[in-house]
């Protein structure tokens, strides 16, 4: 089965702190993709990145980065020095053939930075 | 490039009553999928299709019709509106299975 499973219901922490956003995938394709979503109070769905499975390099883009384990099926986010303008709804999601050709979301992780 | 477009933005229908969600791209995408989101389920897959003349179920198209007789577009019919069906609807598309949803702003659907 194809599952995707945010632990975290919601996270709040104070500007400046770092926070890690946990995802953990099930599939039993050995090609797959994942992904992460944003999705601010004016609920618009914002991409955020996209990784195959074949490629287990950590990913960083300025404040945002991110650990891909294959050994422990998990794609963890981690926002650095988080401000304001990061509290949002983040979802993870997974796309494989067994999923079918739409991806298949986690319930979200609702992050709350107060200032 | 406008991107995906939905209409209606807001929603408020009676129970019983039909209506359908309208969703275009003009991306030339094939691949078009109706999502739900309600409050702690995160998005859920109603349909998808993988071109025109193709759709398949997700998991919870019960009380969901849809048909793609263009590339463009792809609309979500509610025949029997319930107030189960509250919720905010998104449609997306993307352009190979395994890349990058485009996702349109959604239609907050309220049944009553």
């Known amino acids: 089965a194809q599952k995707v499973t945010q632990a975290q219901t919601e996270i709040s922490v104070v500007e400046k702190e770092d926070v890690t956003l946990d995802c953990v995938y099930e599939?039993?394709?050995?090609?797959?993709?994942l992904f992460w979503y944003k999705q601010p109070p004016s609920g618009e769905l914002v991409f955020l990145i996209r990784?195959?499975?074949?490629?287990?390099q950590n990913e960083i883009s300025g404040r945002y980065s991110w650990n891909f384990q294959k050994s422990t099926s998990s794609f963890n986010f981690t926002i650095t020095a988080s401000q304001v303008v990061d509290s949002a709804v983040y979802f993870c999601?997974?796309?494989?053939?067994?999923?079918?050709?739409?991806?298949?979301f986690g319930k979200g992780t609702t992050l709350s930075v107060s200032s | 490039n406008a991107g995906v477009t939905q209409t209606p933005k807001f929603q408020v229908l009676k129970t019983g009553q039909s209506m359908t969600l309208q969703c275009a791209q003009d991306?030339?995408?094939?691949?078009m999928s109706w999502y739900r989101q309600d409050p702690g389920m995160g998005l859920r897959l109603i349909h998808y299709?993988?071109?025109?003349?193709?759709?398949d179920q997700g998991e919870v198209p019960n009380g969901y019709n849809v048909s793609r007789s263009t590339t463009e577009d792809f609309p979500l019919r509610l025949l029997s509106a319930a107030p189960s069906q509250t919720s905010v609807y998104f449609c997306?598309?993307?352009?190979?299975?395994?890349?990058?949803?485009?996702f349109g702003p959604g239609t907050r659907l309220t049944v009553l």
């Open positions: 997306a598309s993307k352009v190979d299975p395994y890349n990058e949803q485009f």
């Open positions: 599939t039993r394709d050995t090609t797959y993709y």
């Open positions: 990784r195959n499975s074949f490629d287990e």
């Open positions: 999601a997974l796309g494989s053939n067994q999923a079918g050709t739409a991806l298949i």
């Open positions: 991306m030339n995408h094939e691949y």
């Open positions: 299709s993988v071109g025109a003349g193709i759709t």
